[in-house]
């Protein structure tokens, strides 16, 4: 690959529709939801075979196939809307194909076939040369010489990506703190993840693998059956959580990831607000593109800006005044380090 990116953010901020744009570009390999599907746990330290290396990528993401399982999947699983051979009922969805190799191809598992015959024989490496290795596969697979990894939810990754790729480049994808917030409260994923916080500060965990049966056991009733094989998706989906929440998270969020992303050398990352992508979509993809290291395209520039839905802007507006004003208020210290950032 010529370039790597790591499009990060909180995610809900027009990251899915960015996939959509950058992946109709000739010469970008894009790689959605890769890390989110992966997790941290695909980068041990040492060296590991090329067969250790693709049981990380092709056993299934557990909270994923759990998610599936209750009711309560995420609108991002692309594969089950889908679906090929693989069921988290029966064989589970390996973590690759629930929502990477779907947004490359029409035929998952035929590539997920070509992988296997592939990655498993690659000769001992660190998990970022292995890493590296894929991409270019893939990369040449798919005639791409760039390659742009977005996910969700993934401001704290920064600190260990930038490690491991030490020339990768970052692109902070954000979104006005109040509309995003709004989002993240309607998103089965964030709920799930506002819930398992709440688990994390009830018990004083700091991952939910850590619980103990005692710790469980203190949870009220509407919170422990998420730990289990099996629970209702009312759970998730009909809880009555405060909007005020979100915004909260969005802060935290922000505040956090804007302090790591500092930590990334300035010529090395760079910034994407929704708000300007939605207003000056040819500027800033063009923008986008020079920092990817791709040509902005004429055909490229239309077909991301026809893409681009305008609709979501301002929804936190139709908000009652009393109940925006309190978000606002919740939304305001992640708004201000956004503001210092740009300055």
């Given at each position: 690959?010529?370039?790597?990116?790591?499009?990060?953010?909180?995610?809900?901020?027009?990251?899915?529709?960015?996939?959509?744009?950058?992946?109709?570009?000739?010469?970008?390999?894009?790689?959605?939801?890769?890390?989110?599907?992966?997790?941290?746990?695909?980068?041990?330290?040492?060296?590991?075979?090329?067969g250790e290396?693709?049981?990380?990528?092709?056993?299934?993401?557990?909270?994923?196939?759990?998610?599936?399982?209750?009711?309560?999947?995420?609108?991002?699983?692309?594969?089950?809307?889908?679906?090929?051979?693989?069921?988290?009922?029966?064989?589970?969805?390996?973590?690759?194909?629930?929502?990477?190799?779907?947004?490359?191809?029409?035929?998952?598992?035929?590539?997920?076939?070509?992988?296997?015959?592939?990655?498993?024989?690659w000769p001992?490496?660190?998990?970022?040369?292995?890493?590296?290795?894929?991409?270019?596969?893939?990369?040449?697979?798919?005639?791409?010489?760039?390659?742009?990894?977005?996910?969700?939810?993934?401001?704290?990754?920064?600190?260990?990506?930038?490690?491991?790729?030490?020339?990768?480049?970052?692109?902070?994808?954000f979104r006005?703190?109040?509309?995003?917030?709004?989002?993240?409260?309607?998103?089965?994923?964030?709920?799930?993840?506002?819930?398992?916080?709440?688990?994390?500060?009830?018990?004083?965990?700091?991952?939910?693998?850590?619980?103990?049966?005692?710790?469980?056991?203190?949870?009220?009733?509407?919170?422990?059956?998420?730990?289990?094989?099996?629970?209702?998706?009312?759970?998730?989906?009909?809880?009555?959580?405060?909007?005020?929440?979100?915004?909260?998270?969005?802060?935290?969020?922000?505040?956090?990831?804007?302090?790591?992303?500092?930590?990334?050398?300035?010529?090395?990352?760079?910034?994407?607000?929704?708000?300007?992508?939605?207003?000056?979509?040819?500027?800033?993809?063009?923008?986008?593109?020079?920092?990817?290291?791709?040509?902005?395209?004429?055909?490229?520039?239309?077909?991301?800006?026809?893409?681009?839905?305008?609709?979501?802007?301002?929804?936190?507006?139709?908000?009652?005044?009393?109940?925006?004003?309190?978000?606002?208020?919740?939304?305001?210290?992640?708004?201000?380090?956004?503001?210092?950032?740009?300055?």
């Amino acid at each position: 690959m010529r370039t790597l990116t790591f499009v990060v953010g909180t995610g809900r901020s027009g990251s899915t529709a960015l996939s959509g744009i950058v992946n109709a570009h000739p010469d970008v390999l894009s790689l959605n939801e890769f890390l989110a599907s992966v997790q941290s746990r695909a980068f041990p330290e040492g060296l590991l075979g090329g067969g250790e290396f693709w049981r990380l990528l092709a056993e299934p993401h557990p909270l994923f196939e759990n998610m599936i399982r209750n009711g309560v999947p995420m609108p991002e699983f692309v594969y089950p809307r889908r679906p090929g051979r693989f069921a988290t009922e029966t064989t589970g969805i390996p973590a690759l194909s629930l929502m990477v190799l779907p947004h490359l191809t029409d035929d998952p598992d035929g590539l997920f076939d070509e992988l296997a015959a592939q990655v498993p024989g690659w000769p001992e490496r660190t998990a970022a040369e292995h890493h590296e290795a894929l991409f270019d596969l893939l990369g040449a697979r798919f005639g791409r010489t760039a390659a742009v990894e977005r996910s969700g939810y993934s401001l704290q990754r920064v600190p260990l990506l930038h490690r491991v790729f030490p020339q990768a480049r970052f692109v902070h994808l954000f979104r006005d703190g109040p509309d995003c917030a709004l989002s993240m409260s309607r998103h089965t994923g964030y709920r799930l993840i506002y819930l398992l916080r709440d688990i994390l500060t009830r018990t004083g965990a700091d991952r939910v693998e850590d619980l103990t049966e005692e710790q469980v056991g203190s949870l009220p009733p509407e919170l422990a059956p998420l730990l289990g094989e099996r629970f209702d998706p009312a759970l998730v989906l009909d809880s009555d959580l405060p909007l005020t929440g979100f915004g909260a998270l969005w802060s935290e969020l922000i505040t956090q990831g804007v302090g790591l992303l500092s930590e990334v050398p300035a010529s090395s990352r760079t910034t994407l607000a929704y708000e300007d992508l939605l207003d000056e979509p040819r500027k800033e993809l063009t923008r986008l593109a020079d920092f990817i290291g791709v040509e902005p395209l004429p055909e490229w520039l239309d077909t991301g800006a026809a893409r681009l839905d305008d609709s979501r802007r301002g929804s936190a507006l139709r908000l009652p005044a009393a109940e925006l004003a309190a978000l606002r208020k919740c939304c305001a210290p992640g708004a201000r380090v956004l503001a210092d950032s740009r300055q």
